[in-house]
């Protein structure tokens, strides 16, 4: 099991930005992602990052404007959002998958408490 903690969550105006971090503890893992869910929806993915390869991948629906990026030295994951929406509004989780290229739920083993943003027009 990897332990995670999230922060960098909070309150924002469209057009604004925010960074998530990302700590990891215990075993090795292949990717980091990030998974969102909105009330009411299905938990998706957003964004990750393959903790060996450094390999970046994106939803076209953010990929213009989230990237991803990792300290190894500090086992943190970052997620930078700019350009925030109000439909990014959701609880934002990362999770840590053995996977290499992890981008569906089921491949995931391993989650972080989730921190909310909120994108007020």
């Known amino acids: 099991q990897v332990h995670l903690v999230e922060s960098g969550g909070g309150s924002v105006q469209a057009g604004g930005s925010l960074r998530l971090s990302c700590v990891a503890s215990?075993?090795?893992?292949?990717?980091m992602g990030w998974f969102r869910q909105a009330p009411g929806k299905e938990r998706e993915f957003v964004a990750g990052?393959?903790?060996?390869?450094?390999?970046?991948f994106l939803q076209s629906i953010v990929r213009d404007r989230f990237t991803v990026s990792k300290n190894s030295a500090e086992n943190t994951g970052y997620r930078q959002m700019n350009g925030l929406k109000p439909e990014d509004t959701a609880k934002y989780y990362c999770?840590?998958?053995?996977?290499?290229?992890?981008?569906?739920?089921?491949?995931?083993?391993?989650w972080g408490q989730g921190t909310q943003i909120t994108v007020s027009s």
């Open positions: 999770a840590t998958s053995l996977s290499r290229h992890g981008t569906t739920r089921d491949q995931y083993d391993s």
């Open positions: 215990g075993r090795a893992f292949g990717t």
């Open positions: 990052i393959g903790w060996l390869t450094d390999a970046t």
